[in-house]
């Protein structure tokens, strides 16, 4: 299993970009998408989630509006839009694979590198 | 959203020691929470899931239990890449959110 996180980098407040997530070693339709972020010297948010079909997503109270979680399950892909940015959207954004333990109970045992997010004028 | 609190944000212990992290989920989560280590620079790893289910990267000194809004990490017998910030997360309501983190130094 591999998650490999593209997309990061520099912007300003109220600009955009996009994290893309290449999935690989795994059937992944099959899997529920997180993407979860750890601010400098904080801890982890889970900020935005997709499930397999795309039919349920959700967001975090502080991202919500802003940015936009998207899969292409043909190309194995999960995809983080991030609009509006401020500066406390900087940190570390991880790609992460949830499954489901007996079919109900999420846990995450596969996580990306992560690609940095910095937000500053 | 759910608050998670862990205790305590950090300690410090020595080799051989056996230490405790507790997690308070604000409501009832049944067995929905996993626990995480996180080194400086890296992912974090998955520990424990369905609170007391050790993954299998890691040896049977980490143990944890608990249902409902108590929870809790043992590690025995400390070892130094035991080093590490410790996460707790639960999975019962969404978003799911994670505890804020406890860091372990090994004297």
């Known amino acids: 299993v591999q998650l490999v996180e593209s997309g990061g980098g520099l912007a300003r407040p109220g600009e955009s970009i996009r994290l893309s997530c290449a999935a690989s070693?795994?059937?992944?339709?099959?899997?529920?998408m997180n993407w979860v972020r750890q601010a400098p010297g904080r801890g982890l948010e889970c900020v935005a989630y997709?499930?397999?079909?795309?039919?349920?997503?959700f967001y975090a109270d502080s991202v919500r509006g802003r940015f936009t979680i998207s899969r292409d399950n043909a190309k194995s892909e999960v995809s983080l839009q991030l609009n509006s940015l401020r500066a406390e959207d900087t940190g570390v954004y991880y790609c992460?694979?949830?499954?489901?333990?007996?079919?109900?109970?999420?846990?995450?045992?596969?996580w990306g590198q992560g690609t940095q997010v910095t937000v500053s004028s | 959203d759910i608050q998670v609190t862990q205790s305590p944000s950090s300690l410090s212990a020595s080799v051989g020691d056996t230490v405790t992290v507790t997690c308070r989920p604000s409501q009832s989560v049944s067995d929905y929470l996993n626990w995480y280590q996180q080194k400086p620079g890296e992912a974090p790893k998955l520990l424990i899931y369905?609170?007391?289910r050790l993954q299998s990267d890691f040896p049977s000194r980490f143990s944890a239990s608990g249902s409902g809004t108590e929870f809790t990490l043992t590690i025995k017998y400390l070892q130094p890449d035991d080093s590490a910030t410790y996460y707790c997360q639960q999975t019962y309501f969404r978003p799911h959110t994670f505890g804020q983190g406890t860091k372990l130094e090994i004297k």
């Open positions: 997709i499930d397999s079909s795309s039919r349920t997503i």
């Open positions: 992460v694979r949830n499954q489901n333990y007996g079919g109900v109970i999420p846990f995450s045992e596969y």
């Open positions: 369905v609170a007391s």
């Open positions: 070693g795994f059937f992944f339709p099959s899997y529920n």
